[in-house]
T-cell receptor, first 111, second 112 residues
Framework: SQKIEQNSEALNIQEGKTATLTCNYT??????LQWYRQDPGRGPVFLLL?????KEKRKERLKVTFDTTLKQSLFHITASQPADSATYLC??????????FGGGTRLMVKP | DAGVIQSPRHEVTEMGQEVTLRCKPI?????LFWYRQTMMRGLELLIY????????DSGMPEDRFSAKMPNASFSTLKIQPSEPRDSAVYFC??????????FGSGTRLTVV
């Protein structure tokens, strides 16, 4: 069955460092992959979309890579700030614009 | 744009009662999705509509759940009768196509 794995343990890093979050998947051939940020008590907020024929996408301090051979996406936040603390969700897109979400990884950036 | 609007924000109801959750998508978005989020199972897709037509409802857990989209600006998710295991946060999201979703703030449902 399809499976999306994100590290369920919280990632704690120091302010200014680069945070790297991992999304692995099995039994899936997504046409694209998206990353979302979710704060407590709020809905997920869309950050980036990367398609299967793209290796890397950047937006300000964010960078996403997509390796369809390894079936893995990496999400980087450079020069991290305490305001970046949140849960980050990856989502795989397929036919009909349906998204399947991973369980999310909680990021804590300490000052 | 006010974004995706969901109501109510919180709902507490007794087991066996009917619950109706409401959603107003962003104007111009042709896809609408209902998700349920719990600590144990994360975000699960319940049903999605494209141009007001239900496309995939395989995520709807039981016949107690039903969803409608009578027009492009309104959708409902109904649970009848409700059970304690339905307690979760229900999100509505809309999208203009193969792009990012815009989620509402969610409805936190508690069934006692």
């Amino acid at each position: 069955s399809q499976k999306i794995e994100q590290n369920s343990e919280a990632l704690n890093i120091q302010e200014g460092k680069t945070a790297t979050l991992t999304c692995n998947y099995t039994n899936y051939s997504p046409a694209y992959l998206q990353w979302y940020r979710q704060d407590p008590g709020r809905g997920p907020v869309f950050l980036l979309l990367i398609r299967e024929n793209e290796k890397e996408k950047r937006k300000e301090r964010l960078k996403v890579t997509f390796d369809t051979t390894l079936k893995q996406s990496l999400f980087h936040i450079t020069a991290s700030q305490p305001a970046d603390s949140a849960t980050y969700l990856c989502a795989l897109g397929g036919a009909g614009n349906m998204l399947t979400f991973g369980g999310g990884t909680r990021l804590m950036v300490k000052p | 744009d006010a974004g995706v609007i969901q109501s109510p924000r919180h709902e507490v109801t007794e087991m066996g009662q009917e619950v109706t959750l409401r959603c107003k998508p962003i104007s111009g978005h042709n896809s609408l999705f209902w998700y349920r989020q719990t600590m144990m199972r994360g975000l699960e897709l319940l049903i999605y509509f494209n141009n007001n037509v239900p496309i995939d409802d395989s995520g709807m857990p039981e016949d107690r759940f039903s969803a409608k989209m009578p027009n492009a600006s309104f959708s409902t998710l109904k649970i009848q009768p409700s059970e304690p295991r339905d307690s979760a946060v229900y999100f509505c999201a809309s999208s203009p196509g193969e792009e990012g979703y815009t989620f509402g703030s969610g409805t936190r449902l508690t069934v006692v």
